[in-house]
């Protein structure tokens, strides 16, 4: 399960924001669980990352209608 903030750097990698350095050992993490990949300078969502985003948006839009 990921935390909170491992949910916010994949939300921030998705939308090209940098993140701290003291955060690379989460997103080194993120790399061997299989949700980012770096490629070259930058880092990607994979398939399993941008899942993460869509179900977290589920999740925001489920709690909004209660």
């Not at 939300?11 to 993120?30: N, R």
């Not at 930058?42 to 489920?62: I, M, N, R, S």
């Amino acid at each position: 399960m990921l935390s909170d903030e491992q949910i916010a750097i994949i939300s921030d990698i998705g939308q090209s924001i940098a993140f701290a350095d003291d955060k690379q050992g989460q997103v080194d993490d993120l790399i061997i669980e299989g949700y980012v990949v770096k490629n070259g300078d930058l880092y990607e969502l994979t398939p399993k990352g941008e899942k993460v985003l869509t179900d977290q948006a589920a999740t925001v839009a489920e709690k909004a209608h209660e």
